[in-house]
């Protein structure tokens, strides 16, 4: 069994190129075999034709084989025939010039002799012609009188024998021609599934940042764009899950370590300060929770196309609802968007907590407004605000701005989830600075949000 391709693909159009010589072949040779047939058929009508005027003109069998003799000598000169005339018991009469020599060079009747039987017994040969021993060909006089062979009649040998040769040799070197042709097309076109084939298989063993030359216009140019895409897409994905992992584990060890503390302790504590280790294992335990959700919703919202059917969200109602849990005043339109209402409730709350964290003892603002084609929804706080350098990175996973997670705690995630979220539904998330001191997030939804993919 082959295991390369382009000899598959090779064979494959030689052997449709072979039958299809082959068709062609014995189709021609068809043509070639009727048409001769015609033309024998032909020469039979005009050969009998003739056979009735010598018959009427000659002799008759009783007169003496001088007078038959000259009679058929003078139809031959006529005629330019070579003829022969044989007697009712097969013995011959006479015989022209041109028959006899064709007799002594064919050791006999030739094959190209044509016998009419006549009506009083006697046999007349004629030659037909097409094969005077290398003399040309000759034919029967027409009108013009003058010498040629006949309308679609060969030359020399069996007639139709050459062109069918010929044939055969042109439709053989066609085969070839093509087949050689076909040869290096096809192997430039296997050569780039191969290599295609190549970058695929050192893309699994490892190599995450491979790529395959995707250089051409054609369907495997396309197939190459699209294994490019897809192997950006997934070495983006593994990359940020493996930080993401890192990350994770170093933010563990913090609560797990104060936890092991505390357990620890709880034996020989006093009962009031069992009561504050209690706290402080509970307190680990909703941010151990907390971390943990955070990470796998991050996780799912990078490896999973759709989370949640989108629907009509209020993002005016969200707000005030989630506002509430923060003692934050709530304004603006009222107005709705396409999307998941979990997730956008999640972000909502996200900035919230971040504002109380780090916002100042004064409660956040929320304010839902619409600007062209996008509804804002903008958490505001009193708080020491972002240096401008760092507007862009609280956003990254587990980043925080230095002293900050001494001072409020957190793992850095939330913002990064803000940020996802705003993303899956096609929008944007930013901070600016607030006018009189403090930070203002604001995440923008296209107002026609589509769907979750």
Same mark, same amino acid.
């Given at each position: 069994m082959m295991k390369n391709l382009y000899l598959r693909i090779y064979l494959t159009v030689v052997a449709v190129l072979l039958v299809f010589a082959l068709v062609a072949g014995w189709v021609a040779q068809r043509n070639v075999e009727n048409e001769r047939e015609t033309v024998h058929a032909q020469w039979g009508e005009r050969a009998a034709g003739w056979a009735a005027l010598i018959e009427n003109s000659l002799p008759g069998a009783e007169a003496s084989a001088e007078e038959q003799a000259s009679a058929l000598i003078d139809w031959s000169r006529r005629l330019r025939l070579p003829l022969a005339l044989d007697d009712a018991q097969g013995g011959r009469i006479a015989t022209s010039d041109p028959f006899a020599r064709r007799e002594s060079q064919t050791g006999g009747i030739p094959k190209r002799a044509i016998r009419l039987p006549l009506s009083d017994g006697r046999a007349l040969w004629i030659w037909r012609p097409g094969d005077t021993a290398g003399r040309g060909p000759e034919r029967p006089p027409g009108d013009d009188g003058r010498r040629g062979p006949p309308p679609g009649f060969q030359p020399r040998g069996d007639p139709g024998l050459l062109p069918g040769v010929g044939l055969v040799v042109t439709l053989v070197v066609l085969?070839?021609?093509?087949?050689?042709?076909?040869?290096?097309?096809?192997?430039? @076109?296997? %050569?780039?599934?191969? =290599?295609?084939k190549r970058g695929v298989e050192t893309f699994g063993a490892g190599d995450l940042s491979h790529r395959v030359d995707?250089?051409?216009?054609?369907?495997?140019?396309?197939?190459?764009?699209?294994f490019n895409q897809a192997a950006q897409r997934v070495e983006t994905l593994v990359a940020s899950h493996r930080h993401l992992l890192a990350n994770a584990?170093?933010?563990?060890?913090?609560? @797990?370590? %104060?936890?092991?503390? =505390?357990?620890?302790?709880?034996e020989t504590a006093t009962p009031e300060a069992r009561k504050r280790l209690t706290a402080e294992i509970e307190r680990n335990i909703r941010e151990l929770d907390a971390l943990v959700e955070e990470v796998l919703l991050a996780s799912r919202l990078d490896a999973q196309r759709e989370l949640d059917p989108f629907e009509r969200v209020d993002l005016l109602a969200v707000a005030a609802e989630e506002g509430a849990r923060f003692d934050a005043s709530v304004g603006g339109a009222d107005l709705t968007v396409r999307g998941s209402e979990r997730l956008l409730r999640r972000a909502l709350r996200n900035l919230l907590e971040n504002a109380r964290r780090y916002g100042g003892s004064e409660p956040p603002e929320v304010q839902v407004e619409q600007s062209g084609g996008e509804v804002m929804v903008a958490v505001s706080d009193r708080g020491p605000g972002v240096p401008e350098g760092e507007r862009e990175r609280i956003f990254e996973p587990f980043y925080r701005l230095p002293g900050h997670a001494e001072q409020a705690g957190g793992v850095g995630l939330g913002l990064s989830l803000v940020r996802q979220i705003a993303q899956?539904?096609?929008?944007?998330?930013?901070?600016?600075?607030?006018?009189?001191?403090?930070?203002?997030?604001v995440l923008a939804i296209p107002a026609g949000a589509g769907s979750a993919g």
């Open positions: 085969f070839f021609a093509i087949a050689l042709g076909a040869f290096p097309v096809v192997r430039r @076109l296997t %050569r780039r599934l191969e =290599a295609l995707a250089g051409g216009q054609d369907e495997v140019a396309a197939v190459a764009s699209s584990s170093h933010e563990l060890r913090s609560p @797990l370590a %104060r936890l092991k503390m =505390a357990v620890s302790m709880q899956r539904h096609a929008g944007s998330v930013h901070v600016e600075q607030r006018e009189g001191g403090g930070s203002r997030f």
